[in-house]
């Protein structure tokens, strides 16, 4: 039956004694051709999770694997003309990250995940994404992972257990009310650059503003890919007007002003802030 399944290409062999169906995606055959599952930020990604800058293909072997094939899984990856997208996951080619199974978690490797054989379970996922990465994606990550549902609240608790005592102080600054990963890391950056910050803002009239800093200045965090369309675009330009019309001058940025262009955006903030102030106490003297 596996003979004529091959021939027919219902099968296709992947490492010796393993077989994939026609429909498995490259990540799925990269990960099984290492002996491994796809893991860590891969795993989140694949969940719409937030995964981050790095769109290597992550996976996890277990303990004492040998002879990976990893430049067999080197050479194939996401073609280059492929546009990424939030239903396109396949990790870029090139050497995957390999992390390495613990035998300590067990309690770590509940939920449907553990029924793929080729995915990592959500909490073994999210631990190791967050030791992956900086600690600003690394909260972005649990922030997505509470507002997707990929795990509860009370398995977060658990998440915090088993991570190291470095990164306990983490949890006072997780926030799932952020509507991305990029909004947690402008929220991040702010509060321990010492601002106040509110998330989700309400401003009658209009959708609520991203954040609220020092309550005197909104401001969204856009991306082309869900702010491009005319409607999205006015309905852009309708929350500007409201939020001057309320008194409060408001700030839109995008992707490129906070992984490529921050300290000047951070110091437009500055400024903005330091002038609505003062611009909130003159009003309040003429009163």
């Known amino acids: 039956m596996i003979d004529r399944a091959r021939s027919d290409r219902i099968l296709q062999p992947i490492r010796r004694g393993i077989y994939a169906i026609a429909e498995a995606d490259l990540d799925q055959r990269r990960a099984v051709r290492l002996g491994g599952k796809v893991a860590c930020l891969s795993a989140l990604r694949r969940n719409r999770v937030w995964a981050g800058l790095d769109t290597r293909l992550h996976v996890c072997v277990r303990r004492g694997a040998h002879d990976l094939h990893t430049a067999d899984a080197s050479r194939v990856g996401r073609p280059a003309e492929t546009p990424r997208s939030d239903t396109n996951f396949v990790a870029d080619p090139g050497v995957p990250r390999v992390h390495w199974q613990r035998s300590a978690t067990p309690d770590l490797s509940t939920g449907p995940s553990n029924h793929r054989d080729w995915l990592m379970p959500p909490l073994v996922s999210l631990r ?160």
């Open 128 to 287: 190791q994404a967050v030791l992956c990465q900086s600690e600003e994606h690394a909260i972005a990550s649990i922030d997505s992972a509470l507002r997707t549902g990929f795990v509860t609240a009370d398995q977060v608790g658990l998440l915090f257990r088993h991570l190291p005592r470095r990164l306990q102080h983490l949890r006072a600054e997780i926030d799932p009310a952020a509507d991305s990963g990029n909004e947690t890391i402008v929220r991040v950056r702010l509060r321990r650059a010492g601002f106040v910050v509110e998330t989700q803002f309400p401003l009658p009239g209009t959708s609520p503003f991203d954040l609220l800093i020092d309550g005197v200045l909104p401001l969204d965090v856009d991306s082309r890919q869900w702010h491009s369309d005319d409607a999205q675009i006015s309905w852009d330009f309708d929350k500007v007007l409201a939020s001057f019309g309320a008194g409060l001058p408001s700030l839109r940025i995008l992707p490129r002003h906070i992984h490529q262009l921050w300290p000047e955006t951070l110091a437009v903030i500055r400024r903005t802030v330091s002038e609505a102030k003062e611009l909130r106490d003159f009003r309040r003297g003429a009163n």
